[in-house]
């Protein structure tokens, strides 16, 4: 692998950071955890809640516990696996009654365990196991930054970035030219909708997840750089997001199903791999999906596109990872399956999941220069004049604001009962509210 690829990398990596002011092998940790007093030795039974389970990446989280339990015959694993979609209810639910799982996976809801005191700290052990040398410092420094003392409390595992997802043989059977511009998208998803032929330009994610793809594709229309101004201001309803939004949201009913009101992940998924849907919006997460269902060379996947200047405005890359519970009686086990999963798995489960790995040897994998959506991102990270947006998922409340607030209203809006320009108000002075609180409570 060329320097030139593992500094693109670093780019990607570098990407989280801008909204900021020894090796061990499998079994590399030690028996008990320094500043602890309540790890006791890696030994017995864990149990890891996958929060993002379907039958593919099921699949392969067994085969990384085959090879960790081989390699630490002393620990078992049970594995338990929740959808996306609903498992935030099932982590509260565990957090009430104190019937926790041992090690959970964790994406952006992360500040919202922190605020409960449920994970365990876990600096100590990082530095201990030597990986501060060997995961990606910016993805560590990344969630550091969702704790208000940047404490580390989630073991990073990858990156994913949001990614607009189009059928290139559709494109090459219609005699259509890859879209370069929004309005060039915009105009091809028209063209290929022929709804008669149950045949449509996108495929709109109305439903549960739906919050996501709308930040992208809004603020990658407008612009707009940053998401909380540093006196506390939300932009959400700027009127270049106003109009930006009311651009994405038109895409619904139009060159989409009106069926999309509630599609998830799993139902976008299907529509574009199952040949319904010219394009769709989604992260790295579903690459694997359409690699194995359409082939390599009939999708590719592309960031934001950019605007008149030149300027390509993105989201920051999200990170995944692995957290150990406070009141888990197995914490040192806990930590060695998040280290492995961490180091010597890496590779592997990134690969899996089609995201950027943490282990820095990881990153020099010759999957990674194979990869057509990497390398896109890679391109978008390098470039100069690409601005990223960092999302306040530091807010306790951050999750259940998009789940239980944002998801409903938008809904709403898809069908005409509430107004773009009402939504969009509602939302920025939500998050200045939660903003507020959280400074005044981490005392910033």
Same mark, same amino acid.
């Given at each position: 692998?060329?320097?030139?690829?593992?500094?693109?990398?670093?780019?990607?990596?570098?990407? /989280?950071?801008?909204?900021?002011?020894?090796?061990?092998?499998?079994?590399?940790?030690?028996?008990?955890?320094?500043?602890t007093? !309540?790890?006791?030795?890696?030994?017995? *039974?864990?149990? @890891?809640?996958?929060?993002?389970? $379907?039958?593919?990446?099921?699949?392969?989280?067994?085969?990384?516990i085959?090879?960790f339990?081989?390699?630490?015959?002393?620990i078992?694993?049970?594995?338990?696996g929740?959808p996306?979609?609903?498992?935030?209810?099932?982590?509260?639910?565990?957090?009430? *009654?104190?019937?926790?799982? =041992?090690?959970?996976l964790?994406?952006?809801?992360?500040?919202?365990?922190? &605020?409960?005191?449920?994970l365990?700290?876990?600096d100590?052990?990082f530095k201990?196991?030597? #990986?501060?040398?060997?995961? %990606?410092p910016?993805?560590?420094?990344?969630?550091?930054?969702?704790s208000? =003392?940047?404490?580390?409390?989630?073991?990073?595992?990858?990156? #994913?970035?949001d990614?607009?997802?189009?059928r *290139?043989?559709w +494109?090459?059977?219609?005699?259509?030219?890859?879209? &370069?511009?929004?309005?060039?998208?915009?105009?091809?998803?028209?063209? +290929?909708?022929?709804?008669?032929?149950?045949?449509?330009? @996108?495929?709109f994610?109305?439903g549960p997840?739906?919050?996501?793809? /709308?930040f992208?594709?809004?603020y990658?229309?407008?612009?707009?750089?940053?998401?909380?101004?540093? =006196?506390?201001?939300?932009? #959400?309803?700027a009127?270049?997001?106003?109009a930006?939004?009311?651009?994405?949201?038109?895409?619904?009913?139009?060159?989409?199903?009106?069926? =999309?009101?509630?599609n998830?992940?799993?139902?976008i998924v299907?529509?574009?791999?199952?040949?319904?849907?010219w394009?769709?919006?989604? $992260?790295?997460?579903?690459?694997q999906?359409?690699?194995k269902?359409?082939?390599?060379?009939?999708?590719?996947g592309?960031?934001?596109?950019p605007?008149? %200047?030149?300027?390509?405005?993105?989201?920051?890359?999200?990170?995944?990872? +692995?957290g150990?519970l406070?009141?888990?009686?197995?914490?040192?086990?806990?930590?060695? @399956?998040?280290?492995?999963?961490?180091?010597?798995g890496?590779?592997?489960?990134?690969? *899996?999941?089609?995201q950027?790995? &943490?282990?820095?040897?990881?990153?020099k994998?010759?999957w990674?220069s194979?990869?057509?959506p990497?390398?896109?991102?890679v391109?978008?990270?390098?470039?100069p004049?690409?601005?990223y947006?960092?999302?306040?998922?530091?807010?306790?409340?951050?999750?259940?604001?998009?789940?239980?607030? /944002?998801?409903?209203?938008?809904?709403?809006? #898809?069908?005409?009962?509430?107004?773009?320009?009402? @939504?969009?108000?509602?939302?920025? !002075?939500?998050?200045e509210?939660?903003q507020?609180?959280?400074?005044?409570?981490?005392?910033?």
């Amino acid at each position: 692998m060329n320097q030139r690829r593992v500094s693109g990398l670093a780019a990607v990596a570098a990407a /989280m950071a801008i909204g900021l002011g020894a090796c061990a092998g499998p079994g590399g940790t030690s028996e008990a955890q320094p500043g602890t007093d !309540d790890w006791g030795g890696p030994t017995g *039974t864990i149990e @890891f809640w996958d929060t993002n389970a $379907n039958p593919r990446l099921t699949a392969e989280w067994e085969k990384l516990i085959a090879k960790f339990e081989d390699a630490n015959p002393d620990i078992k694993v049970k594995y338990v696996g929740l959808p996306n979609s609903s498992y935030l209810q099932k982590v509260n639910n565990a957090l009430a *009654t104190g019937e926790v799982p =041992d090690v959970l996976l964790i994406g952006n809801d992360v500040a919202n365990l922190i &605020a409960q005191k449920a994970l365990a700290p876990l600096d100590d052990a990082f530095k201990q196991a030597g #990986l501060e040398a060997k995961i %990606d410092p910016k993805m560590v420094e990344n969630e550091r930054r969702n704790s208000a =003392d940047k404490v580390l409390f989630k073991l990073p595992l990858s990156a #994913l970035s949001d990614v607009i997802w189009y059928r *290139t043989d559709w +494109l090459k059977k219609a005699g259509l030219k890859e879209p &370069a511009s929004y309005e060039e998208f915009f105009a091809t998803a028209k063209t +290929l909708t022929k709804p008669e032929s149950n045949q449509f330009g @996108f495929a709109f994610r109305g439903g549960p997840g739906a919050m996501p793809p /709308m930040f992208a594709m809004t603020y990658g229309m407008s612009g707009i750089g940053e998401f909380m101004t540093k =006196d506390g201001k939300a932009t #959400l309803d700027a009127p270049e997001n106003v109009a930006a939004f009311k651009k994405y949201i038109s895409l619904y009913g139009t060159v989409s199903a009106k069926a =999309d009101l509630s599609n998830d992940y799993a139902k976008i998924v299907a529509a574009f791999d199952g040949g319904s849907a010219w394009a769709t919006h989604h $992260n790295l997460g579903s690459y694997q999906d359409h690699l194995k269902a359409l082939g390599g060379e009939n999708v590719a996947g592309v960031q934001p596109f950019p605007n008149a %200047d030149g300027v390509v405005t993105a989201t920051s890359p999200a990170v995944s990872g +692995l957290g150990v519970l406070a009141k888990s009686k197995h914490k040192a086990a806990a930590w060695k @399956f998040a280290e492995f999963v961490s180091t010597d798995g890496n590779s592997q489960w990134a690969e *899996t999941v089609g995201q950027v790995p &943490a282990s820095l040897e990881a990153q020099k994998a010759p999957w990674i220069s194979k990869a057509q959506p990497l390398t896109e991102i890679v391109k978008v990270a390098e470039n100069p004049k690409t601005q990223y947006i960092q999302l306040p998922t530091y807010l306790p409340d951050w999750g259940s604001i998009l789940k239980t607030e /944002m998801e409903p209203d938008f809904q709403s809006v #898809l069908q005409g009962k509430l107004g773009a320009e009402a @939504f969009l108000s509602k939302y920025a !002075d939500r998050f200045e509210k939660a903003q507020a609180e959280y400074v005044e409570h981490a005392g910033k």
